[in-house]
T-cell receptor, first 110, second 115 residues
């Protein structure tokens, strides 16, 4: 079983729609959680960290559910520029290794 | 801009040949990483370094070696390239004392094709 699993999508949504997707992790010792964004043929970049209480950054909302071992990302009022692959990243405390999911692809259409 | 450059950006080589990829950073950060990215697998850690001459293996280190003789340079070597090493290779750094903040800064990637 992979340490971090994501629905690959693609999620095809119209502009202005809300899209949400999850990421599950297998190691209950995981302590830190993040969402990265990767545009086609580009390097990944940090989108946001995920805190226990949930957090928002503009149109993006991240949630953590430790009991069920998943994190989620919700994008409101989708823009064309939100089209990308979103990578779920998990880290265990004190571990140098970050575990990446394979990514969820979102395509926003006009 | 995290000041990370990778070279070469694209390379086509033949099975059995040695290949070295270079990662150069301009900000003297301690931690550097090499990842490979393949469809369906996400990014997987090959090797990482926590200082000059201090390196350790990641989850997919077989067939790869690294060296870090200067803070700014982290080299990844494929001693004898195989077709299974066709991939996109990303170098990354963390700007803090360790990776626990989760913010990796990546280079633009090196696309390697082994024929």
């Amino acid at each position: 079983r992979k340490e971090v699993e994501q629905d690959p999508g693609p999620f095809n949504v119209p502009e202005g729609a809300t899209v949400a997707f999850n990421c599950t992790y297998s190691n209950s010792a995981s302590q830190s959680f993040f969402w990265y964004r990767q545009d086609c043929r580009k390097e990944p970049k940090l989108l946001m960290s995920v805190y226990s209480s949930g957090n928002e950054d503009g149109r993006f909302t991240a949630q953590l559910n430790r009991a069920s071992q998943y994190i989620s990302l919700l994008i409101r009022d989708s823009k064309l520029s939100d089209s990308a692959t979103y990578l779920c990243v998990v880290n265990r405390l004190g571990d140098y290794k970050l575990s990446f999911g394979a990514g969820t692809t979102v395509t926003v259409r006009a | 801009d995290a000041g990370i450059t990778q070279s070469p950006r694209h390379k086509v080589t033949e099975t059995g040949t040695p290949v070295t990829l270079r990662c150069h950073q301009t900000e003297n950060h301690r931690y550097m990483y090499w990842y490979r990215q393949d469809p369906g697998h996400g990014l997987r850690l090959i090797h990482y370094s926590y200082g000059v001459k201090d390196t350790d293996k990641g989850e997919v280190s077989d067939g790869y070696s690294v060296s870090r003789s200067k803070t700014e340079d982290f080299l990844l070597t494929l001693e004898s390239a195989t077709s299974s090493q066709t991939s996109v290779y990303f170098c990354a750094i963390t700007k803090t004392s360790g990776p626990n903040t989760g913010e990796l800064f990546f280079g633009e990637g090196s696309r390697l094709t082994v024929l």
